[in-house]
């Protein structure tokens, strides 16, 4: 029998589709099928050396001091073709019947190494965490600008999840408004902070440790967990473990921490699925929320091992066909065996 | 300078990226690519002489009096392999934090044409106003099991859009609750009529047929036009010109007319996008609305041309890559040129 959950932060159902339950084997989306990358490509315009085909950078972690040249181990720079327009007002207008506003807004790229082959599955803990180092970095820089109300960070591997671009990047999009889904996310929890005066994800947290059937891994102060009413196979979600708003109040020891967790949990998910193409999307609080009580951030991985179709696009209804239980299983035996000594020295 | 829209249903932004404009021909995504289909596939479990193969038929159009045998035009059986369960009770419970039902509803195929190598963009008008006749026939069986509050019919077209079978077919789905996006338009009409007095959809005919940018095509009853707030390109909504809030309360002689408007569409799309993978949903009331002053149904086309990834799984955010207005410009350029007799007799 198929079972309906119900997501208990957006009140979204899901289908569980117990029946139809496919293991790992059973999923043929796979990146591990694109021609293998090398080390440094020379037609990419994100490998060392190319650095002038990019709009100037933004923010690079580099030993020189010199801007726009190779010495660098994470390098920022503007999307070359921008979803939202960096210059500009918003200029928020009626136009008939509708409404409608200036698509002002910043879209950059995060380039996560100067080596074409690497990837959140494979990249050193150190490379990691300075990833997440720049994505607060970003942020924080960011944030300032008075025309601007969220910002997401997130990344797209391989081309079935919408890559363009091999070399290994995530993205960040600043926004003038803040996105339905998170204000969805809020509504959500606020309606369960009227009702217990508790954030619904610190519950979830302990729940969720209590319960031990959907926790894949953990560390000292950060959980990765596939939620009970997962719309993915294998959905994952990392969050800290005490309530924590704001992604960008990391402070540089928990970013190690944190991205040593996603190092974990990329390795498990390449393994365990055959490097899948995945999406992952960092839920933080607005900007006029960075304090809340109510919304608690939290990273969510999406493998893409299923296309969502005519009746997902008509309904919002999901159809898992894989248990969260079961994919915990699953990627909690897939931890790593050959632990590789993890440097977790940083030089910033 | 890119363009943020904003659904007047759901107040969804939408970003129109102007700039990025993609023509036609721009898009590589191409169910022509697929191998070409026979008439007849030997192995299709859905072609005439394999009626054993499926779960016996709960309705078809055929000359004889015999179930399951090979004279039939139009056959609707349930899925093999259901996303839910048509036996049992919902027993809805809670598990912990969470909450969870059992997976009941119905799902159900509606072959569409005995031709392997048949869609809506190349069947007779008489074969698509069967099929649509089909629809009505199954929503009204259907909708009077107690345990079902909506229907969802939809239709995925070629592997990108998630058809796993190349015979041409539509699916049906009722669920036990209503479903979140339908909520979402319902409160979104809901405020709209509160302070106008007036059905959303209603206005919005008016309106796009005054400003002739977007509409694509026309029946005495039916209009066919894109959003202004279009989440993908390409996307066409066709409706009833005249308020009508349940899909099912269509007559024959309207079923007939709009099954034309549908013909006419799937024919432009095709030859314009060359066959490009789509799906479609029709949006009807839920059956405690069916008579709604402010609900008024449609039927919304999906191209699959462009990947959701990263930012709108993570905003609900759409980016758009060509605008509403050059869609409609070329889809009304797509008009069939050499028209075809078209066949209104009806035979049932």
Not at 1 to 25: C, F, N, Y
Request: aromatic share 10%; glycine share 4%.
């Amino acid at each position: 029998m198929p079972e309906l959950r119900k997501d208990p932060i957006t009140q979204e159902w899901v289908i569980i589709a117990t029946e139809r339950g496919r293991r790992p084997s059973d999923f043929t989306q796979s990146s591990a099928s694109e021609p293998e990358r090398p080390e440094f490509s020379p037609t990419c315009p994100f490998c060392p050396g190319k650095e002038g085909t990019t709009p100037p950078e933004v923010l690079a972690f580099r030993n020189g001091a010199n801007s726009n040249v190779s010495d660098w181990w994470v390098r920022c720079v503007p999307n070359k073709f921008p979803a939202l327009a960096i210059e500009g007002e918003l200029n928020k207008r009626g136009l008939g019947m509708y409404d409608v506003m200036h698509g002002v807004g910043a879209h950059e790229v995060i380039i996560e190494s100067p080596r074409h082959n690497e990837d959140p599955a494979t990249m050193s803990a150190f490379q990691m965490a300075e990833v997440v180092w720049a994505y607060r970095e970003r942020y924080l820089d960011l944030r300032k600008d008075s025309r601007f109300k969220y910002i997401l960070i997130f990344r797209n591997h391989g081309k079935v999840a919408g890559a363009s671009l091999e070399h290994p990047h995530s993205q960040l999009i600043a926004t003038p408004m803040i996105p339905i889904d998170v204000v969805n996310e809020i509504h959500g929890a606020e309606r369960y902070y009227q009702f217990h005066e508790r954030c619904i994800w610190c519950d979830m947290v302990r729940h969720e440790l209590e319960q031990a059937v959907r926790v894949v891994s953990e560390t000292e102060h950060y959980l990765a967990f596939e939620p009970f009413a997962s719309k993915y196979p294998f959905e994952t979600w990392l969050m800290p473990k005490s309530h924590q708003a704001s992604f960008a109040a990391m402070t540089r020891e928990r970013v190690v921490e944190f991205a040593g967790l996603m190092r974990d949990i990329f390795g498990r998910v390449s393994r365990c699925l055959n490097a899948p193409p995945y999406n992952f999307a960092i839920h933080t609080a607005p900007f006029d929320r960075e304090d809340s009580d109510i919304f608690h951030w939290h990273m969510v991985i999406m493998p893409r091992l299923t296309i969502a179709a005519g009746f997902e696009m008509g309904t919002g209804i999901y159809i898992n066909v894989t248990t969260p239980e079961d994919a915990a299983r699953y990627l909690v035996e897939a931890k790593e065996t050959t632990e590789a000594p993890i440097t977790l020295e940083v030089s910033v």
